[in-house]
């Protein structure tokens, strides 16, 4: 992916338990950048209407994405931001929040993958009923909004092994 603007804002997106947050805390801690779990930034409705199994409607996304985008405005360094960002119609509102470009990663994984993963974690509040609307949902990532995709279905620093390659960063 050749570049034509300096990295400052990457979203790792894709579908609940993808792995955004393990992978964006060691991306961070590898390249010296800020990460924020964009699940921290959803309003408490969000997370109980998640929590009792049923899906975001895109009113509800809205303001969430809105706000991920503007934390995406003015980084001081790298940040990197965790969101789901599963629409192309979210992206592009993440863009123009951010007011400049943003780097997505895709972390893609097979519903069988995810499902395990899901079913192995504790303490979050996406059950895994959501999972099939989550991968009903996702919108693969055009040539032209400036992505990459990553499989995750092998160890996490070799994840971040590759996403560090393929942005060409650190």
């Known amino acids: 992916m050749p570049q034509s603007h300096p990295i400052s804002r990457i979203v790792l997106m894709g579908v609940a338990g993808c792995g955004k947050s393990a992978v964006g805390a060691a991306l961070a801690a590898r390249l010296g950048a800020a990460y924020l779990d964009g699940d921290d930034l959803h309003a408490s409705e969000n997370i109980e209407k998640m929590s009792r199994g049923e899906p975001l409607s895109d009113g509800d996304r809205w303001p969430w994405l809105t706000l991920i985008g503007q934390r995406l405005a003015n980084p001081d360094g790298i940040l990197i931001l965790g969101c789901s960002a599963l629409k192309r119609r ?50 693969l990532p055009a040539a032209d909004e400036h992505s990459i995709t990553v499989d995750i279905d092998r160890p996490l620093d070799a994840i971040v092994d590759q996403v560090i390659s393929l942005l060409e960063v650190g």
């Open 90 to 139: 979210y992206r592009d509102h993440i863009r123009a929040e951010a007011g400049a470009p943003v780097t997505f990663v895709h972390l893609s994984g097979t519903a069988e993958l995810i499902t395990k993963r899901m079913g192995a974690r504790t303490g979050h509040f996406m059950p895994t009923i959501l999972i099939d609307s989550q991968f009903a949902a996702l919108e």
